[in-house]
């Protein structure tokens, strides 16, 4: 595999990134739960300015504009319609009433409006990828490129909302699995592009055409050949003041509510449904100040993964920091929270409380490998309560799959986890496993029962693990410092 050839000066800017400029105390139970204390503070500050979009009182609907909810009939048109008289009309609100709507294409939205969905109001999407076209900026499963319009999509926008107690359907099962066997050669060309950074504008997908200056001519680097990685289905990027509420979401083509570059980001009382896997739940990506509350999350991948950029793509880019994700169900066949694996452009200040975790492959799971670089530090998770997993509750990995052969170890540091209740862990409690030139350290496990596990925990390469009232099949565990 080709390794990445990156400047000495580049690398000190990288390592002058992940390092806290202030002195570290020596991590003892006594200093983590000063440490950890402190942190929690930040909460209320953080609250402070995740503030939800105010829109202006006017209500267009889209039933006015020719939409007839027929199952059948492409509704497009009367949605984008309504969306566009609202918007000249200082914003408000755009009404779906209750009714079946085909949608043949994807819904821009536009800033200062709130897509409302009444209850009984269902919207699916077309699974034709033509009608997903031209190709827009997306940041695909980590690296920005053109491509297939995400099926709702917003791009630079400010005060935008999508609420109410319908429901949004990608209908995209099919689709799903069916490109997802063709995509692998699609991956792998988009993450070379990444690794040698290539200027965005040539990084053309989709149906290989991008038009950006509107000549009708391709802009020299698109291939004119389909290309086959999936759209996700609500995708913003670049946006601000953003409230999701209430409404349920299911079947994704791919990640299925993915803010990006975004901030001021409230997430409330979503139910998402998936299909198959990568159909990621609710995964904000290089955001801030971001609110995740009251979500049930039943996909077959990540329930909640908080991310930031892949590799060489995400170093210059801005990463994730102050989110909140409490009072959460999820319920997801892989992992229920989880930072990464596209993390390079780091991530801190997270903050996870009173949340459900039950029937996973992981709890907890925080994960890379040797391409990404970039820092997690300053995590903080409380109140958790969880039914069951089957590989481990508790888990870092710098082995995560997609490897292309280079060696930036990311720096994982400053954990602190309190108050855990886990049922059953059919394997490993914990597996905390760093790398020799990269220990993962200053993690603090505090007040953690796990009432069965059917396995040992695994620590590899790791320093300042402190362990306090940690019970394991009803016996105090003990862990020898390596």
Not at 29 to 47: D, F, H, N, R, Y
Not at 355 to 367: D, E, S, V
């Amino acid at each position: 595999m080709l390794k990445s050839s990156v400047t000495f000066a580049t690398l000190i800017i990288l390592l002058s990134c992940s390092t806290s400029s202030e002195p570290q105390k020596s991590f003892t139970a006594e200093t983590a739960k000063q440490l950890e204390a402190e942190g929690w503070k930040q909460v209320p500050q953080i609250l402070g300015r995740i503030k939800a979009p105010e829109f202006a009182n006017n209500t267009f609907n889209i039933r006015d504009f020719g939409a007839l909810g027929d199952s059948s009939t492409n509704d497009l048109p009367a949605v984008l319609k309504a969306l566009s008289a609202c918007s000249a009309a200082g914003g408000g609100k755009v009404i779906i009433p209750s009714g079946q709507y085909f949608i043949k294409g994807p819904i821009h939205l536009q800033s200062n409006i709130n897509l409302n969905l009444e209850e009984g109001a269902r919207i699916f999407f077309s699974q034709d990828p033509r009608d997903y076209l031209p190709a827009v900026k997306v940041r695909w499963e980590g690296t920005v490129c053109y491509n297939y319009s995400p099926l709702i999509y917003g791009y630079q926008l400010k005060n935008i909302a999508i609420t109410g107690k319908g429901t949004i359907d990608g209908a995209a099962r099919e689709w799903s699995m069916k490109w997802r066997k063709l995509q692998k050669p699609e991956k792998d060309r988009l993450r070379q592009m990444g690794n040698d950074t290539i200027p965005e504008i040539q990084r053309v997908f989709a149906n290989g055409f991008l038009d950006l200056d509107g000549d009708g001519q391709d802009d020299g680097y698109g291939d004119g050949k389909e290309h086959y990685l999936r759209p996700t289905l609500i995708e913003l990027y670049e946006c601000e003041n953003i409230l999701l509420e209430d409404f349920s979401i299911r079947e994704s083509p791919f990640w299925t509510v993915h803010p990006v570059f975004s901030r001021n980001i409230t997430i409330r009382n979503l139910t998402v449904f998936g299909a198959v896997l990568n159909d990621d739940g609710i995964d904000p990506d290089s955001c801030e100040d971001v609110l995740i509350e009251g979500c049930e999350i039943q996909t077959m991948d990540d329930a909640i993964s908080i991310k930031a950029g892949r590799d060489q793509d995400a170093w210059n880019r801005p990463g994730s920091k102050n989110i909140i994700v409490r009072n959460n169900r999820l319920l997801s066949g892989v992992n229920a929270l989880c930072i990464g694996s596209e993390m390079s452009g780091g991530v801190r200040n997270i903050f996870a409380e009173n949340n459900y975790i039950a029937n996973g492959k992981h709890a907890l799971n925080f994960k890379c490998n040797l391409d990404r670089g970039g820092q997690v530090e300053n995590v903080y998770l409380r109140n958790t309560e969880i039914k069951s997993c089957r590989e481990a509750m508790f888990i870092f990995r710098m082995d995560y799959h997609g490897y292309r052969g280079n060696h930036f170890p990311t720096k994982f540091n400053d954990f602190f986890v309190s108050g855990i209740r886990c049922g059953q862990v059919e394997e490993k409690p914990f597996k905390i496993v760093g790398v020799p030139d990269q220990y993962i350290t200053r993690i603090f496990l505090n007040d953690i029962k796990i009432d069965k596990a059917g396995g040992k925990s695994q620590f590899e390469h790791t320093s300042d693990l402190v362990f306090t009232d940690v019970i394991i099949n009803g016996i105090p565990f003990q862990h020898a410092a390596n």
